[in-house]
């Protein structure tokens, strides 16, 4: 990988290479399943990737305080973040908390953290699996 310097990155920056980790993720998940229809999939990953989604989540990971203190620093770069782009479908909460979460899969991307990339996927699987993030 290039020397990308995420230390200097703003949060919509790490937020975007953070969205693409995590929709990848989210999709060999649900490829794992044995889900092949592309509709099915689709529906599949609303529950996921969505921004209502990344809000429940976040709720759950600080109700459970899972996340260090430096991850933390990189969510709310990105959720503090000034975005020109108005959020579809949501409020501008839900989406500002969204991009957080993006931002920080963006920076565990580029610090190389690939093994707390697949811990905390493998707990938000768990929660969404497990009916957590319907409440």
Known sequence: MHNLQYEQM?????AYIGDAIYELEVRQHLLSLGITKVNALQKQS?????AKAHAALFNH?????ILTEQELVYFKRGRNAK?????????????RIS???????GYLYLSEQH?????LMR???EQV?????SE
Do not use: C, P
């Open 129 to 133: 699996e497990t009916g957590r993030t």
């Open 10 to 14: 703003n949060g919509l920056s790490l």
């Open 61 to 65: 990971m600080t109700t459970d305080n």
């Open 123 to 125: 707990w938000i699987f």
């Open 115 to 119: 093994e707390r990339i697949s811990q």
């Open 83 to 95: 975005s020109h782009t108005k959020a579809k479908n949501t409020d501008v909460v839900t989406y």
């Open 46 to 50: 609303k529950f996921y990737v969505s």
């Open 99 to 105: 991009t957080g979460v993006e931002a920080l899969f």
